[in-house]
């Protein structure tokens, strides 16, 4: 694996130790988080540029984006580390498997493993962890605690596998694996300061949960040797190694680092980058089996990668009555988990009753958009604008949110709403039916913005949906 790793970085990087060092200790971070932010953003800049300019100008090149992600961190990682309770670790001496804490003092106390709340998880994604950047798609998100805390030491959050690589990369291994099967651990993060193997106890736990509540029978996960990590964590959870594969490197107009999901008119990368690493954890004990006898690593070639081919969605029948009687029960769940911090601002005064879907429409429609992803592989499309309902004796919903599938185009596109008795000439909660079909009895969907379910963290209703998604867990337990 020390061959992953990319010469001309590796030497930029040592030359430019000293420099890295003062930065990151006047921003406040340590020299790994802000050496983390450098490699991501190398590259930006092309081969011959690294290799031929001085250490010095390539390090101004990309010092300001480096270092602005790194204070970024800085920003929230105090606050993180008080509601952690980070202090108690001063002088730990070990933790043990079954996640007791001993100290040099003779103290001991025991982490907690335990789900996070999805607010909390926005928190580590999208300022904790080097990325800066939320999976709108978590399914799970796990963590150690320390007693009384209300933020984990220690953070996992999982994903279902959606891209087509991945799923290829176990099955050339001659596993026969479905998608639904296959919990993909999208983001890992542990504060400053953390005994060095409380990261591999949490995947083992998490993958504990996995199997108890059967949600997967693999776990796969990537990390990756430009950035300088090791994959140590990883192999010390029982990971294997199964696949090199292509990494997509863009950047906003600013310079700054964005993920492929959300990398929008972002631009690519001017540096032939090392691949990452893809590798896999047997949940059960059959898929434990399967894993011990995988041998070389397949090679995700750079076209297949960039494709960016979903896994093939799961055939869904929305005019079956099935699902009319799916999308109410959906409703249910969710009318008790509406508050005013889930409404709209403009129907927070006065008081919307306990129940009433005026307001409710975006973080529902959120909701819904990420089910019908997780569940069924599909592509949700989150709109907002109006509903025109074409009777005189009831008014327009002139704010509006709803979910669609199909393209903007195709008149056979099916619409999804489950608040749409907004308005008084919607008489039933839901409507679901094809646009062109719901126009015609009268139900026009206008929409004036529609975004993909990767976009919505950044948009103004995804504290709100949080908001709703707190409740609805709490609720499950």
Not at 13 to 29: K, L, N, P, S
Not at 81 to 96: C, E, F, G, I, M
Not at 115 to 126: A, F, I, K, T, Y
Request: hydrophobic letters at 40%.
């Amino acid at each position: 694996m020390d061959g992953l790793r990319d010469p001309d970085v590796e030497t930029f990087v040592g030359m430019m130790g000293t420099r890295i060092r003062a930065d990151a200790e006047t921003v406040g971070v340590d020299l790994r988080t802000l050496e983390i932010q450098v490699r991501l953003h190398l590259p930006r800049l092309s081969r011959p540029a690294i290799a031929g300019w001085s250490p010095d100008k390539v390090y101004e090149e990309i010092r300001l984006q480096a270092v602005v992600r790194a204070a970024q961190v800085r920003q929230s990682a105090q606050d993180a580390a008080d509601q952690a309770h980070a202090s108690v670790l001063l002088n730990v001496h070990k933790a043990h498997r079954d996640l007791s804490l001993s100290f040099t003092d003779g103290y001991r106390t025991r982490l907690r493993f335990a789900e996070v709340r999805p607010s909390v998880g926005h928190l580590v994604q999208s300022r904790l962890h080097y990325l800066h950047s939320e999976r709108a798609d978590t399914v799970a998100q796990f963590g150690l605690f320390l007693p009384g805390a209300t933020l984990p030491l220690t953070y996992v959050a999982f994903s279902r596998c959606d891209r087509q690589y991945v799923l290829d990369a176990l099955t050339g291994h001659g596993l026969d694996v479905s998608p639904d099967r296959i919990m993909v651990l999208t983001r890992m993060h542990g504060l400053a300061g953390i005994p060095a193997n409380l990261m591999s106890l949490t995947i083992a736990h998490a993958a504990r949960r996995i199997r108890a509540e059967n949600a997967g029978d693999y776990v796969i996960t990537a990390y990756n040797p430009m950035l300088g990590f090791d994959g140590t964590a990883f192999l010390a959870s029982g990971f294997t190694p199964i696949a090199l594969s292509p990494v997509a490197y863009r950047y906003d107009d600013k310079g700054l680092f964005q993920t492929r999901r959300i990398s929008g008119d972002s631009v690519p990368q001017l540096l032939d980058t090392p691949d990452n690493v893809l590798m896999v954890l047997g949940v059960t004990a059959a898929a434990k089996r399967n894993v011990a006898g995988i041998g070389d690593l397949i090679r995700v070639s750079h076209r297949i990668h960039s494709g960016g081919d979903l896994v093939r969605p799961v055939k869904t029948d929305f005019t079956a009555p099935e699902w009319t009687e799916r999308l109410l029960g959906y409703r249910r769940t969710l009318e008790p988990c509406w508050s005013d911090r889930t409404a709209h601002p403009r129907y927070q005064e006065p008081t919307v009753a306990a129940g009433d879907p005026r307001g409710q429409c975006g973080v529902t429609s959120v909701w819904l958009a990420r089910r019908l992803r997780t569940d069924l592989l599909l592509e949700p499309v989150y709109c907002y604008g109006r509903l025109r309902v074409g009777r005189d004796d009831a008014e327009d919903v002139s704010h509006h949110c709803w979910v669609e599938i199909g393209p903007s185009h195709d008149p056979r596109r099916f619409v999804l709403d489950l608040t749409g008795d907004q308005s008084e000439g919607v008489r039933e909660p839901i409507v679901l039916g094809e646009h062109r079909a719901l126009a015609g009895r009268g139900l026009r969907y206008e929409a004036a913005a529609r975004l993909r379910l990767d976009e919505l963290p950044k948009d103004r209703v995804w504290p709100r949906f949080l908001a709703m998604e707190d409740r609805l867990r709490e609720a499950e337990r």
